[in-house]
């Protein structure tokens, strides 16, 4: 019979004489007079045909559909945007990747609130999506679930399992030093990317579909599930059903979702080695709830947990041996309460406490580390500080060469990414240089680009241990090397970084977390008053908008 409510939002607009008109519309789509009753689900989904992360998600939404019919609900399915960062790298369309984010939780609240919805479940993949989906469950407060499509099966060339389309990238340089054939990176290109999901690597698309676990709105072991698995039908299926209760309980995700929920889901990312883009993507889910999450929150909760699952682009294994490790439970089990508040509750109303309980833990010691032996004290993410970020800047340490943890050098500016990739691949960078990239913040960009392309060919070109990156910018979840982004303020807002002269002594530290320049505050006083704002690049109407509404770096990057 399924779930019984007697009182729904959707109601609204199909009860009583003054909604004839709604309802003689609502039979035009073929729906009957008892389906009326039955509370209306909107299924969310941002597949379309241009996105490798996102091309299975119809067959998951026929699969939530199956779920929510059996117990006794209604569903729509309706679509929104999904941009894919792999194929907007290193040109103009990169910078309406983060902008998406704000316009995707717009989309998804113009219709839930516009036609009543009672319940949504979410279907997404990829970096932008899936944060933007988490931000509009916070926002509307409805039950709600998201179902993440799953990373796509690792492929091979000749033997070498690849992680996804970085490793192609960086190969350019090899190929241009004559290292490689075009041949070979011909057959690579081709051999990379072997099918659909989201890259297999713990980039941000999968760092953040993990990550809906913790949070409590995504099933317990969803996050790993491989896109092309039967498994992922089930978990698809399972979520159509546990939406129907959540709706009868009319349990919605502000009722479980606390700051503590936020600190676990830190704590797991940390454990993982999660992209640097959680910077942006956590303060911006978390202030959907209401709740505020500091930059000093990401140093406290990184300098004291371990270290546990090293997946590419930092280490050797894939997100098909963290799944077949046990997947994000596995992990969480062996934090444990040492680490993690397990009275928090799953989307499933139980507590952690409950779910682990169940969990044996890690099946592989080499792919999730045991407690014991972790793969470092410390987790990755460091947030730096001083006279070059006085508010912040974002680093991903476990991605960089130890040796390059200390550095100085002399400044090499530039005031786009375009720039400094031809100063690259022309030789005109020397070892020892810091490569300063500017005007890609939010506003600068407009849309703070990920600056990719940068990082891999300094990785592709041999620099990538000798020469280090700042930006105002922010990097892909698969960017290696020092590269420290998200300098704020940014170079639009006159921020320090818009004042570095090519030859400024750098000087990064990441042990004592410090980024600082050779330029004391008179000499910055005078510079700044000498300061011209540089014309900003035009990319149209939606751009402008964002450049004019955007927020802080530090608190999410979203629109005020």
Same mark, same amino acid.
């Given at each position: 019979?399924g ?11 199909t ?8 309802r003689?519309?609502?039979?035009a ?5 008892e389906d009326m009753n ?8 941002s ?13 998951l ?5 199956q ?7 209604q ?29 995707i939780?717009d989309?998804?609240e113009?219709m839930v ?19 933007a989906?988490?931000m509009a469950a916070?926002r ?6 998201i ?6 099966m ?9 992680g996804?389309?970085?490793e192609?990238?960086e190969?350019?340089?090899?190929l241009? *030093?004559?290292? !490689? +054939?075009? &041949?070979?990176?011909? #057959? %690579?290109?081709?051999?990379v990317?072997?099918?659909i =999901? /989201?890259?297999?690597m ?12 913790p949070?409590?709105l995504a099933?317990?072991?969803?996050g ?19 939406l ?9 995700? *502000?009722?479980? !979702? +606390?700051? &503590?929920?936020?600190y #676990? %889901? ?7 080695? =999660? /992209?640097t ?8 889910i978390?202030?959907s ?8 929150d ?32 596995a ?5 444990? &309460?040492q ?5 928090q ?9 409950e ?10 010691t ?10 470092a ?8 500080r001083?006279n ?9 340490k476990t ?6 943890w200390?550095?100085s050098?002399?400044?090499r ?30 506003k ?40 420290i ?21 750098i ?15 008179e000499e ?13 690049k035009?990319h149209?109407y939606?751009?402008e908008?964002?450049r004019?509404?955007?927020?802080s ?8």
């Amino acid at each position: 019979m399924g779930v019984q409510v007697k009182k729904l939002r959707s109601h609204e607009m199909t009860e009583g004489l003054v909604n004839a008109g709604n309802r003689t519309l609502m039979y035009a789509l073929g729906i009957d007079k008892e389906d009326m009753n039955k509370p209306f689900i909107g299924i969310i989904n941002s597949w379309n045909e241009f996105h490798p992360g996102h091309k299975n998600l119809r067959e998951l939404a026929e699969a939530v559909k199956q779920g929510v019919l059996a117990e006794g609900g209604q569903p729509f399915e309706m679509n929104t945007i999904s941009l894919c960062d792999g194929i907007t790298q290193g040109h103009k369309g990169m910078c309406f990747v983060l902008p998406s984010r704000d316009l995707i939780a717009d989309t998804i609240e113009v219709m839930v609130q516009g036609q009543r919805l009672d319940g949504m479940v979410m279907l997404a993949s990829c970096d932008k999506i899936v944060p933007a989906m988490a931000m509009a469950a916070g926002r509307l407060n409805i039950p709600a679930i998201i179902v993440t499509g799953g990373p796509m099966m690792p492929s091979y060339y000749k033997g070498r399992e690849f992680g996804g389309a970085w490793e192609v990238r960086e190969a350019a340089g090899k190929l241009s *030093r004559g290292e !490689i +054939t075009a &041949e070979d990176y011909d #057959n %690579m290109e081709k051999s990379v990317c072997g099918g659909i =999901g /989201s890259c297999p690597m713990m980039g941000t698309a999968n760092t953040m579909s993990c990550l809906m676990e913790p949070l409590g709105l995504a099933l317990p072991g969803c996050g790993t599930v491989h896109a092309t698995q039967a498994d992922k039908l089930r978990y698809a299926r399972n979520s159509g059903k546990l939406l129907m209760r959540l709706v009868e309980e009319n349990r919605r995700p *502000r009722d479980y !979702i +606390t700051k &503590e929920s936020f600190y #676990n %889901m830190m704590r797991v990312s940390a454990a993982i080695g =999660g /992209s640097t883009n959680t910077f942006l993507h956590i303060p911006a889910i978390a202030g959907s709830f209401g709740i505020g999450i500091e930059p000093e929150d990401f140093n406290r909760i990184g300098d004291t947990t371990p270290y546990l699952a090293c997946i590419k682009p930092s280490g050797t294994h894939t997100l098909w041996d963290l799944h077949q490790a046990g997947g994000i439970p596995a992990v969480m089990k062996e934090l444990g &309460e040492q680490y993690l508040d397990l009275s928090q509750k799953a989307v499933n109303g139980k507590s952690w406490g409950e779910i682990l309980s169940a969990y044996s833990g890690s099946h592989n010691t080499e792919v999730i580390h045991t407690l014991k032996n972790p793969v470092a004290a410390q987790s990755g993410l460091a947030v730096l500080r001083g006279n070059l970020a006085p508010v912040g800047a974002g680093v991903k340490k476990t991605a960089c060469d130890k040796k390059m943890w200390i550095h100085s050098g002399p400044a090499r500016v530039f005031d786009s990414e375009i720039e400094a990739v031809e100063a690259v691949m022309n030789g005109k960078i020397q070892k020892g240089d810091v490569l300063v990239i500017r005007y890609e913040g939010p506003k600068g960009g407009p849309g703070m680009r990920e600056m990719q392309s940068a990082t891999t060919a300094l990785m592709g070109y041999g620099l990538g241990e000798s020469c280090a990156l700042v930006t105002d910018g922010r990097f892909s979840g698969a960017s290696r090397g020092p590269c420290i982004g998200y300098v704020a303020p940014e170079a639009a807002d006159c921020g320090p970084i818009a004042l570095v002269k090519d030859g400024d002594m750098i000087h990064i530290n990441l042990y004592e977390k410090s980024l600082t320049i050779d330029v004391d505050d008179e000499e910055f006083t005078r510079r700044r008053a000498a300061w011209k704002p540089k014309e900003l690049k035009a990319h149209g109407y939606y751009l402008e908008r964002y450049r004019k509404l955007v927020g802080s770096v530090w608190a999410g990057a979203v629109l005020q």
